[in-house]
């Protein structure tokens, strides 16, 4: 009896110990994965796209969701060089936006 405890035991003990060797070794491998990158299920991978339209919602890059968003309450202001832009907030996020608007 005492011996087929010891088995069980023994052939657990092993198998865990497997299965342990297994996920190292996977865990081993260059695996792709991202952890700098967080992923967004709502951020899908985006084209690069135009310019801002004349007329169109002012597409800013907001540099917390990482990726372009349609700017939201867009004001237009003046940098210190004189620069036109546009100065708004993410709807997603709430971070601040920005980008030069190209004097038109
Ligand atoms: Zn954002």
Redesign the pocket.
């Known amino acids: 009896m005492l011996r087929l405890i010891l088995g069980v035991l023994i052939g657990a003990v092993l198998g865990w110990l497997a299965r342990q060797y297994m996920e190292e070794q996977e865990s081993g491998w260059p695996a792709p994965a991202e952890p700098t990158i967080s992923i967004r299920p709502d951020a899908p991978a985006e084209a690069d796209e135009p310019a801002a339209e004349p007329g169109a919602t002012t597409v800013a890059y ?1 540099a ?2 990482r ?1 372009k ?1 349609p700017m939201s309450d867009p004001e237009p202001t003046t940098t210190k060089t004189g620069r036109r832009a546009m100065r708004g907030v ?1 709807p ?4 601040s ?1 920005f980008r030069f608007v190209s004097p038109a």
Not at 92 to 95: F, I, L, P, R, S
Request: hydrophobic share 25%; charged share 20%; aromatic share 0%.
């Open positions: 907001c917390r969701c990726t968003r993410c997603v996020c709430g971070a936006m």
